[in-house]
Nanobody, 130 residues
Framework: QVQLAESGGGSVQEGGSLRLSCTAS????????MGWLRQAPGKEREGVAS????????YYGDSVEGRFTISRDNAKNTVYLQMDGLKPEDTAMYYC???????????????????????WGQGTQVTVSS
């Protein structure tokens, strides 16, 4: 059973930065991807960024590419999301996830066929004011 613990959310002014952290326990060889998705009130879930362990390939959503950076500390089983140039439209609840769709589907050769078991954290709120 994978457990994910997020931290680092908060409130920031437009143009500011935040770094989210997600520490995983219970990872096994069947877990291949870890990343972040977000959901704002009244909007659909959106994949933000993800990292595929084996190849270190990364995926970024169009709306965050160039502003957010995902990285991993293998020794700590922790994935980070550095968010720079934050905008009010980045305001959302951010969830860490392993092998979930979103945000991992684009890093699998065939996500539906491989059908991995996803896990999600409890979420951390990010609020950006103008």
């Amino acid at each position: 059973q994978v457990q994910l613990a997020e931290s680092g959310g908060g409130s920031v002014q437009e143009g500011g930065s935040l770094r989210l952290s997600c520490t995983a326990s219970g990872l096994s060889r069947s877990n291949h991807c870890m990343g972040w998705l977000r959901q704002a009130p009244g909007k659909e879930r959106e994949g933000v960024a993800s990292l595929y362990f084996g190849t270190n390939s990364a995926y970024y959503g169009d709306s965050v590419e160039g502003r957010f950076t995902i990285s991993r500390d293998n020794a700590k089983n922790t994935v980070y999301l550095q968010m720079d140039g934050l905008k009010p439209e980045d305001t959302a609840m951010y969830y860490c996830a392993t092998d979930a769709s979103p945000p991992c589907e684009y890093l699998y050769t065939d996500y539906d066929q491989e059908d991995p078991k996803p896990y999600w954290g409890q979420g951390t709120q990010v609020t950006v004011s103008s």
